[in-house]
């Protein structure tokens, strides 16, 4: 398997990036939420931008974050006193 290096400066370039365009996207929903109650035909790009920016910051989570990728670690690796088998 092979892995791509990044420099530390290009991954904090992007991440900054990131962060950006997720602010940009909760500025979008605001907007679009506080127009709801007036135009209900909103509510259709309410919630693509909304699915759009779970999306997005779901994935930040997981880049930021690869550990928890695979969730909990099991009970046999986190109990304190573990004891050998009989």
Request: contains cysteine.
């Amino acid at each position: 398997m092979s892995t791509t290096a990044i420099r530390r400066d290009d991954f904090d370039a992007i991440l900054v990036s990131e962060l950006e365009t997720l602010l940009e996207g909760e500025r979008r929903l605001k907007r679009l939420y506080s127009r709801l109650r007036k135009r209900p035909h909103l509510r259709e790009s309410f919630l693509e931008e909304l699915a759009a920016v779970q999306c997005r910051a779901e994935r930040l989570h997981a880049v930021l974050n690869p550990c928890e990728l695979w969730g909990p670690a099991p009970a046999a690796f986190t109990t304190p006193n573990m004891r050998p088998a009989a």
